[in-house]
C-alpha cells in the first residue's frame, strides 16, 4: 500500500467543520490503496481510532504576548482594554484597526504559525524513519503549506496542496495592503515547488491556475459521510423549525434578512407566531442577540450557543429546515460552504441564501436539496411555500436526488486517490 503523509491543523476531536475533510480523506484513503499518517497539533481529548497520528506541541503566539502583558489569554484584546469592534472593517476605531495591524504582522502569514516548528520537527522525526510516497497539506491554515513546503525541498516528496479556502485570493482577505503584497509573494513562492494544487470548486480552479500558472489544479468538493447519518428515521420537530449550525463569523453570515422576513410575515398573519422556532447553534454573540431584539423576535429565535457534532447532527436531521448563510460578496461565485455538504447528508431541505448564488444555487437545483433565495421577496416567496406545506402535512418532505451521492466522502476519496495515483506516478 502507497503511504500518504496528511499535515492537517484541523484534525478531530476538533470540532470544525474544516476537521472533517482531512479526517474523512484519511478514513477512506485505505479503501483505494492508499496508507494515511496526520501530522496535526495535539488536542487534550480522545483523537479518532484507526488513523496513524503524528501530534506535535503548538504554541499559541498572541496568547503568550496576552500573558506576557498582564491580559488574560483567553479573552479577547477589545473586550479587556474596552474597546468597541465592528463586523465591518472599514468601520474599525483607529484603535481597532492599530490592534489589528499589529496581531496580522505577529501571527504572519496566520494565527498558526507557533505549530510550524513543532509540526517540521515532529514530520522530520517520522521522516527520518518511514518512506511516504506522497504529502498533501490542507489549508487553512497556511502554514500547513508552508510545512509542506520545507519537507519537499529536504526529501523531494512529491506534494499536493489542497485548499478548502483560498489564501490571499479569498474573499474575506481584509489585511493592510502592505502585508497583503508580502503575504502573496509568500503564496507564489510556496507552491512554486508544489507538484500540484486543489480547490473544492471550479471557479476557486480557474483562480488558481491564473495565478499560479499550473496546469495540474483540481477539483475536488468536500463531501459528507454516510456513516454520520443512520437510515434509520428520526422524529422531526412540532414546530416549523429552521436551524443553522456553525459559526457566522462576527456578522459576516448575516442573518437578517430572515429575521426581517419572518418578521413582517407574522405581520401580516400570513404565518403564526407561535408555530415557528429557529434555531442557532452558534457563538453567543452581543450582534445576534441585539439583530434578533431588533425585530422582536426574542420568542422565537433562540442562540443555543455551540454543542458536541454528535448532537449538531441529531439538531439537523430533526429540523424541517436548514438554513445556509453565505457571505454577501460580489463575484464570490465559487464560495461553498463545508456545512452544505454535511446538510445533504442530513437529508432535509436547505434554504440558503446572502452572496450572489454561484456554486451553492447551482448544487441546490442539481440535487434538489432546496432553495436559494436572492432577493427579499424570493425568500418571502420560499419560506411561505415551505410553510404552507408544514401546516398542511405536518412536516416538510425533502426531494434530494440521487446527484449526492457524488458527494459522500467515500466518492470524494476515490476522485482524491486517483489524482495521488496520477502525481505520484
Known sequence: MKKVLIIAYFFPPQQTIGSQRPYRLAKYFPKYGWGPTVLTAKRIENKPEGINIIE?????????????????????????????????????????????????????PDQQRGWYKYAIQSACEFLSKEEVDIIISTSPPATSHLIAGKLKQKYNIPWIADLRDPWTQNSDYNKFGFIRYFEKQLELNTFSCADALVTVTDPWVED??????????????????????????????????????????????????????????????????????????????????????????????????????????IRQRESQLLLLLLWEKENEDGLCPGKLYEYFGAMRPIIAMGGYGGVVKSLLEKTNAGKFSESEEELKQVLLEYYNEFINNRNIVCSSNKYIDNYTYASITEKYSNILNTVVS
Open 56 to 108: 506535535t506541541e503548538y504554541k499559541d503566539i498572541v496568547e503568550s504576548i496576552k500573558s506576557a502583558i498582564g491580559l488574560n489569554p483567553n479573552k479577547g484584546i477589545h473586550e479587556q482594554l474596552g474597546i468597541e469592534t465592528s463586523k465591518n472593517f472599514k468601520y474599525l476605531s483607529w484603535k481597532s484597526k492599530l490592534i489589528k495591524l499589529l496581531r496580522d504582522i505577529i501571527q504572519f
Open 208 to 313: 488558481l491556475k491564473m495565478l499560479h500558472k499550473k496546469e495540474k489544479v483540481f477539483c475536488v468538493a468536500n463531501g459528507f459521510d454516510e456513516d454520520d447519518f443512520p437510515k434509520m428515521p428520526i422524529k422531526l420537530t412540532d414546530k416549523f423549525t429552521l436551524t443553522y449550525t456553525g459559526q457566522l463569523y462576527n456578522g459576516k453570515r448575516d442573518p437578517s434578512l430572515l429575521f426581517k422576513v419572518v418578521s413582517q410575515l407574522i405581520q401580516e398573519n400570513k404565518i403564526n407566531k407561535d408555530s415557528v422556532e429557529i434555531r442557532f447553534y452558534v457563538p453567543k454573540e452581543n450582534w445576534l442577540i441585539e439583530e434578533i431584539k431588533e425585530f422582536n423576535l426574542e420568542r422565537i429565535v433562540t442562540v443555543h450557543g455551540l454543542i458536541p457534532r454528535d448532537e449538531v447532527l
